[in-house]
């Protein structure tokens, strides 16, 4: 799902493409749109490859919005919440009544099916998140989970400046993160970048071969609320840096927080490796910050 946002370019407004949406934000997003309903997992028996409190949304044509298996759980749901006009909890896969339906995975889901959640509650969510604050979805008396919560969705702060950078922002734009990428000439040298305090769903990267830009950005890194800071470089960069950051005044506690060397590949010899590298990382650090639905 892509969305649109005006810029202004020259006094003339623009539209440009935002990032996809988050798959559940996507669903809630639809939610909010008369019609449509809303399937949310409220139980998981055995394993699945969804969290609980994935959702998705159908619309009145049988369209889906968001994604909670392969295709096949998906079609059931439209089918059945078409059908519905009161909200119902309904059981997927082992333990059903349906025999002639089964998960991928041979477990079981309790699935609230919901022909008509509360729209205003909806958009609510939708306007928390946009404003990257948590949010939460009072569910209908019934339910076995009272609330849905979300987090916002994951950003990437880059400094830096050559390909490791420039490969990172492609890789994370292509799979569908915010990105803000700021270059060296965007900085002043052994200044802090004054830009807005990054949030708890953010991720701060630097990606300089000049190490010397690092410790004023680093020590605003290290004091934000942001969920992962990582810096690239080799051991006696990162000594350097350590000491420096001591120096500085950074507390030990904080200097513990950050990432380096950076990345889950142990060595990568390309930038587009070490992209690759770094986002797998990110995004696991970022898959935690999902608290229990």
């Not at 370019?9 to 623009?14: H, I, L, M, P």
């Not at 295709?71 to 002639?100: H, M, N, V």
């Amino acid at each position: 799902m892509t969305d649109l946002a005006l810029s202004q370019t020259d006094g003339q407004s623009q539209v440009q493409p935002r990032a996809p949406l988050d798959p559940d934000h996507a669903a809630l997003a639809a939610a909010c749109e008369e019609g449509v309903g809303l399937a949310t997992i409220a139980g998981i028996e055995g394993s699945f490859s969804r969290r609980l409190g994935a959702q998705l949304a159908v619309r009145s044509d049988g369209s889906v919005v968001g994604s909670l298996a392969d295709g096949c759980l998906e079609r059931q749901l439209a089918t059945d919440l078409l059908a519905l006009t009161e909200p119902c909890l309904k059981r997927y896969g082992r333990g059903s009544p349906q025999i002639d339906f089964r998960l991928p995975c041979g477990g079981g889901l309790d699935i609230w099916l919901d022909p008509a959640p509360d729209r205003m509650a909806c958009r609510t969510a939708i306007e928390a998140l946009e404003a990257r604050r948590p949010a939460s979805l009072a569910m209908p008396s019934g339910s076995p989970m009272a609330r849905r919560g979300y987090i916002p969705a994951l950003k990437l702060r880059i400094f830096g400046e050559g390909p490791e950078p420039e490969a990172l922002e492609r890789l994370a734009i292509a799979a569908g993160y915010a990105v803000d990428g700021i270059a060296k000439a965007d900085l002043s040298l052994g200044q802090p970048s004054r830009l807005p305090v990054a949030d708890t769903w953010t991720a701060i990267i630097l990606l300089f071969h000049d190490h010397e830009w690092e410790a004023a950005l680093l020590q605003e890194a290290l004091a934000s609320p942001a969920f992962y800071v990582g810096a690239q470089g080799g051991e006696g960069a990162r000594v350097a840096r350590a000491a420096q950051l001591l120096a500085n005044g950074t507390p030990e506690e904080d200097l513990a927080q950050l990432r380096s060397p950076i990345g889950a590949v142990a060595a990568c010899r390309t930038p587009e490796t070490l992209a690759l590298s770094i986002l797998a990382e990110v995004a696991g650090a970022y898959e935690h910050l999902h608290a229990p639905a």
